[in-house]
Antibody
Framework: EVQLLESGGGLVQPGGSLRLSCAAS????????MRWVRQAPGKGLEWVSTISDSGDSTYFAESVKGRFTISRDNSKNTLYLQMNSLRAEDTAIYYCTKAEPGVYGFHIWGQGTMVTVSS | QSALTQPRSVSGSPGQSVTMSCTGTSSDVGGNNYVSWYQHQPGKAPKFMIY???KRPSGVPDRFSGSKSGNTASLTISGLQAEDEADYYC??????????FGGGTKLTVL
C-alpha cells in the first residue's frame, strides 16, 4: 500500500525555521516526482514546491521562493521541506504528495502536518 | 498566479446530479488539458478524482466526470450519494512546473 507520512510540524515564531519530513513507502520512491501542497485555515489548496525524482530539479511557488528549500534522500525514501523566515501567512496544513509518471496531477496525498507561525 | 475561481457551495439531493465549475484564464485552464479535481473530506487526505480534464484514476466511480469549455472546467457528479459530501478542488497546470488550485467548493448532500 502506498503511504506518505508527514512529520515535523508545530508552533514556530515569525522569522523562525522548521523542517518537514515525509516518509514514503509502498512504491519506488526514487522514480517519483514529489510535491508539497498546503492549506491555510479556511482557505483553498496551494501548490508549494516540486522536486524531480533525482532531486536535481526543484520548483517553488512565488510565495515561498527564496525562503523554502525542497530536498529528498532516496536512500531513506524521505522528502523534506526546509522552511526559513517563516511568516504568519505560512500557517497551514502541509501535505506531501506523489506524482504518477506521465500524469499531470497530485496522485497520492499524505494526511498532512500542521504548521503554525505565531508569537 | 491567481487562484482558480470555484463557487463556494453547491448542493443536491441523493440520486440527483450536480455540476460545479472552475474558472481560470487562457494561461491555465484554457491553455492546456491538464485540469484535475480532488475530493477532500474532513480528517482525510485529499483524493485524486479526475485528471487531464476528463480521465478517472483507477477506483474512482464513473459517476464522477469532468469537462471543459474555454477557460472553465466542470466536475459533474451523477447519482449523488451521501458519501460524496466533501470539499472539491480543481487544479490546473500552468507551465514551467507550476500549478494553481481553486478555492474549493463545498458539496452538501441534502
Amino acid at each position: 500500500e502506498v503511504q506518505l507520512l508527514e512529520s515535523g510540524g508545530g508552533l514556530v515564531q515569525p522569522g523562525g525555521s522548521l523542517r518537514l519530513s515525509c516518509a514514503a513507502s509502498g512504491f519506488t520512491f526514487s522514480r517519483c516526482v514529489m510535491r508539497w501542497v498546503r492549506q491555510a485555515p479556511g482557505k483553498g489548496l496551494e501548490w508549494v514546491s516540486t522536486i524531480s525524482d533525482s532531486g536535481d530539479s526543484t520548483y517553488f511557488a512565488e510565495s515561498v521562493k527564496g525562503r523554502f528549500t525542497i530536498s529528498r534522500d532516496n536512500s531513506k525514501n524521505t522528502l523534506y521541506l526546509q522552511m526559513n523566515s517563516l511568516r504568519a501567512e505560512d500557517t497551514a496544513i502541509y501535505y506531501c504528495t506523489k506524482a504518477e509518471p506521465g500524469v499531470y496531477g497530485f496522485h497520492i496525498w499524505g494526511q498532512g502536518t500542521m504548521v503554525t507561525v505565531s508569537s | 498566479q491567481s487562484a482558480l475561481t470555484q463557487p463556494r457551495s453547491v448542493s443536491g439531493s441523493p440520486g440527483q446530479s450536480v455540476t460545479m465549475s472552475c474558472t481560470g484564464t487562457s494561461s491555465d485552464v484554457g491553455g492546456n488539458n491538464y485540469v484535475s479535481w480532488y475530493q477532500h473530506q474532513p480528517g482525510k487526505a485529499p483524493k485524486f478524482m479526475i485528471y487531464d480534464v476528463t480521465k478517472r484514476p483507477s477506483g474512482v466511480p464513473d459517476r464522477f466526470s469532468g469537462s471543459k469549455s474555454g477557460n472553465t472546467a466542470s466536475l459533474t457528479i451523477s447519482g449523488l450519494q451521501a458519501e460524496d459530501e466533501a470539499d472539491y478542488y480543481c487544479c490546473s497546470y500552468v507551465g514551467s512546473n507550476t500549478w494553481v488550485f481553486g478555492g474549493g467548493t463545498k458539496l452538501t448532500v441534502l
